[in-house]
C-alpha cells in the first residue's frame, strides 16, 4: 500500500510529492493531463522551430521561493535564463518605465521621470533589504506564521514599522502618488498589482505591487531555459530519483472517505488506490469540496462558505511566432522580457472598472512576454517567440468594445478579442503584426480544457483580494492545509500563500501530512502503552 497519493501534478502536486519522498515515503502522483505540470508547460504547437509556455512564463516567485532553492533543481539540469531588464512599461509618447536588475540603474531610469523619485525607489529597496528574508519566510509558511512573524515584527518593531504596515496595506494608486512624483514608479507598483486581480484602488494592492517590483530587482524575472516544461521535468526527474512515481492521463473521480478519514481514491477508469498515510489534493477548493469528496463527509459551514468562494478574472492568452523582434517605439522596451500595455495608471482603472462590471474592455491592460528575449534557445535567431494575456470576466453580460463579445467564446469571439490584443500591441510598437508567422489562441475555456485548475481561465486558484487571502483563504478560519477529513490536505493554490509559482502551497500540505502521520504515530504508541499497562494490571493479581 502506497504511503501517499497526491492529486494533480502542477508545481505544487511535485513540490508536495518530492517532500514527501524526502521523508522516505512511498507517493504517486496522478494526474488527468496527457503530460505532467499543470500550468508550467512548454510545447511546440504555434511553430515547430518555436517553443512557446502554454500558461506561466516568468518565475521570480520560484526564483525567490526557500522551497524551490532547497530542492536544488540545477541537480536535475534545470538553469535560469534573464533578459537584460526585467520589466518595462512603455509609453505611447517613447518613454519608458523600466524595472532593471539594480537598484541604480532602476532608480536612475525613475529619475528621468521626475527628479527624486530614484531616491524613493533606493528607499524601498532599502526597506526591501531590511525586511525581505523573514517577509518571504512568513508568506511561504503556513498560516499563522509564528516563528517568522515574530522574526519580521522584530524588524518592524520602532517608529518606523507602523508607517510600513500602513503602506503595504495602501492601494497601488496611492502608494504610487505618496512615494513618486512622476509617472514611472507609478506604472510599475500598479502594473504589477495587476498580474493578479488587484486593481489599482484596491486595498493591499500597493504591497503586492510592490512586492513584485522588489522580487524583480532582487532576482529578476528569470526563464527556464529550453521552456517552462523545464521546471516541472526538473521536479519529476527529482522526485522519480527518490522513488515517486508520476500517472499522467489518470484523472481522479473520487477521494474515498471511511470513519472520517481519507483512505485512497478512485480513478475515471474505476481504479481503487488505497493509501496508508494521506491524499494531499493538487486541485481548486470548489472542486475539492463537494467535488472529489462528497458532500456527505464535510461540514455545513464550509459548503456554505464555499458558495461564496471568489475566482480571480478569467484570462485571454495569446502566442506568437514572429519574423523578428518586437519594434517599440520606446527603445527601452526592447530588453525586457516582461512588457506591460497600457497608456497610465487611470487606464488600468478603467480596465479594472469594467471587469468588474462584466464588460470585455475595449483596450486591455496586457501583459506580453519576449521570451526568446529572455532565451536565445526559445527560437531562431533573429527572431522572437512572445506571447500576451489580459483579463476578461469570468462572467460576461457586455463588451466594451465593438466586437459583440459575449463569452460564448466560439472561433468569431476568439478571433475578434486575439484582434483586440494585437491592436493594443500595434500601438507601441507600429509593424508589430506584420512580424506574425503564427498564433495560437487560448480562450477562457481552452485554458481549462488544459488544466482543470484554471477555472474559465483564472490563473490564481480564486481571487488575491484581502477577502479571500491569509486566514480567509480559501474560506474564513482556514489559512492552512488541513481539511475537515484526516489525512486530507489542499495542496493547491487555493490554499494559502495563493498564486504563483513558488511551491509553498505543496509544502505546507506536505509538512501539515508528515506531522499529522507523526502525531498519529505517537498517538497510538500511547494508547498502545497503555492498553499495555492495563493488560499488566489485569493479569499481575492473577499470577
Known sequence: ??????????????????????????????????????AVRSDRGVHPDYVSDMFSAFYPLAAASPVIRDMHLHAEGLRWAHAPSALAHPLPDGRCAVLERSTEATAKGLDAFAEGDGA????????????????????????PPLRAGAGLARRLRGPAGLPLVRSLALPAR??????????????????????????????????????????????????????????????????????????????VREIVVRGGRAVGVRTESGEAIPVGRAVLADVSAPDLYGGLVDERH???RLLDSMRRFQWDFATFKIDWALSGPIPWNA????????VHLSDGVD?????????????????????????????????PLGTESAWAYTHVPQTVVGDAGADGITGAWDEREQEAMADRVERQVERYAPGFRSLVRARRILAPPTL????????GGAINGGTANLHQQLVFRPVPGTGRPETPVRGLYLASASAHPGG??????????????????????????????????ARLRIERPQG
Not at 487606464?347 to 479594472?352: D, G, Q, S
Not at 481549462?448 to 484554471?454: K, V, Y
Open 298 to 300: 464535510l461540514p455545513r
Open 347 to 379: 487606464e488600468m482603472t478603467r480596465f479594472a472598472a469594467q471587469l468588474a462590471a462584466g464588460r470585455v474592455p475595449d483596450r486591455p491592460f496586457t501583459l506580453l512576454g519576449q521570451m526568446t528575449t529572455a532565451d536565445v534557445s526559445r527560437s
Open 500 to 533: 504563483g509559482v513558488h511551491g509553498a502551497c505543496g509544502a505546507n500540505a506536505a509538512r501539515a501530512a508528515l506531522h499529522g502521520s507523526t502525531a498519529t504515530r505517537h498517538a497510538l504508541a500511547s494508547a498502545q502503552r497503555l492498553l499495555s499497562g
Open 1 to 38: 500500500m502506497l504511503d501517499a497519493v497526491v492529486v494533480g501534478a502542477g508545481p505544487n502536486g511535485l513540490v508536495a510529492a518530492n517532500l514527501l519522498a524526502d521523508a522516505g515515503w512511498s507517493v504517486e502522483v496522478l494526474e488527468a493531463q496527457s503530460r505532467p505540470g499543470g
Open 448 to 455: 481549462q480544457a488544459m488544466d482543470a485548475n484554471l477555472h
Open 331 to 338: 527603445a527601452a522596451a526592447a530588453g525586457a522580457g516582461t
Open 174 to 251: 496611492r502608494l504610487g502618488e505618496e512615494e513618486f512624483r512622476g509617472e514611472a514608479g507609478r506604472l510599475l507598483l500598479a502594473g504589477n498589482a495587476l498580474h493578479a486581480d488587484l486593481a489599482p484602488e484596491a486595498a493591499g494592492s500597493g504591497g503586492f505591487g510592490w512586492l513584485l517590483c522588489m522580487l524583480g530587482q532582487q532576482y529578476g524575472f528569470p526563464v527556464p531555459v529550453g521552456g517552462a516544461g523545464s521546471l516541472s521535468a526538473a521536479l519529476v526527474r527529482r522526485l522519480e530519483r527518490r522513488g515517486g512515481i508520476v500517472r499522467c492521463g489518470r484523472p
Open 120 to 143: 524613493a525607489w533606493t528607499r524601498m529597496c532599502g526597506t526591501w533589504d531590511r525586511i525581505s528574508t523573514q517577509l518571504l519566510d512568513a508568506l511561504f509558511t503556513p498560516f
